[in-house]
């Protein structure tokens, strides 16, 4: 278990609305990552951080914002919520020295 | 942009049969790592493999990573229902601090 929690665990908004994932982490990793996951597109990165205050983006990361100001949370935004946003997010941490990933139990995002 | 193939996608077999999922690129990768998911939860690292060549076993599962580090495998021996579930590969290209997933392989196990 890498205590990793995420909240909220399910959200149903409305197109054009901001929306704020947070994940957050008890073990003091310093890389914490956030991917969306949809059917037959395995996991796509979104963004990452590798301590606080530095991110970097990752393939899909169009429409979505990212803050670290803490060790142990990352938060995801979504200024403008979009249907194609409609998706699972996961949050992970790496640990190893081949970035292995830790990952939450996920969020649920449905945009209507 | 490198790119993970996984093949078959969707895989639905007996119980005590074998099979073997595959992950492809033309990119090299410094690791490869097995993950599988279940239903309502996030992926669970089964593996890292990280020479070329290597083969790890894990109970009935082996992982195989290519000679030239573009692809890998994994073997399901005497397949159980316990196995169902999606089967994510993902590769670690050189320099980089964030893995390349591919889209999955769901395999279900029929008692």
């Known amino acids: 278990d890498a205590g990793i929690t995420q909240s909220p665990r399910h959200k149903v908004t409305e197109t054009g609305t901001p929306v704020t994932l947070r994940c957050h982490q008890t073990?003091?990793?310093?890389?914490m990552y956030w991917y969306r996951q949809d059917p037959g597109h395995g996991l796509r990165l979104i963004h990452y951080?590798?301590?606080?205050?530095?991110?970097d983006k990752g393939e899909v990361s169009d429409g979505y914002s990212v803050s670290r100001s803490k060790t142990e949370d990352f938060l995801l935004t979504l200024e403008s919520a979009t249907s194609s946003q409609t998706s699972v997010y996961f949050c992970?941490?790496?640990?190893?020295?081949?970035?292995?990933?830790?990952f939450g139990p996920g969020t649920r995002l449905t945009v209507t | 942009t490198q790119l993970l193939e996984q093949s078959p996608q969707f895989l639905s077999i007996q119980e005590g049969e074998n099979l073997t999922v595959y992950c492809n690129s033309s990119?090299?990768?410094?690791?490869l790592q097995w993950y599988r998911q279940e239903p309502g939860e996030g992926p669970v690292l089964l593996v890292t493999?990280?020479?070329?060549?290597e083969v790890k076993k894990l109970k009935r599962l082996t992982f195989q990573f290519g000679d030239a580090r573009k692809d890998s495998s994994l073997h399901i021996t005497a397949a159980q229902p316990g196995d169902t579930g999606l089967y994510l590969c993902?590769?670690?290209?050189?320099?980089?601090?964030?893995?390349?997933f591919g889209s999955g392989t769901r395999l279900q196990v029929q008692p």
């Open positions: 993902a590769g670690l290209g050189t320099g980089r601090r964030a893995l390349t």
């Open positions: 992970a941490i790496s640990a190893g020295s081949s970035y292995e990933q830790y």
């Open positions: 073990e003091n990793h310093r890389y």
């Open positions: 951080s590798y301590g606080v205050k530095d991110t």
């Open positions: 493999v990280v020479t070329g060549g």
């Open positions: 990119s090299v990768f410094s690791s």
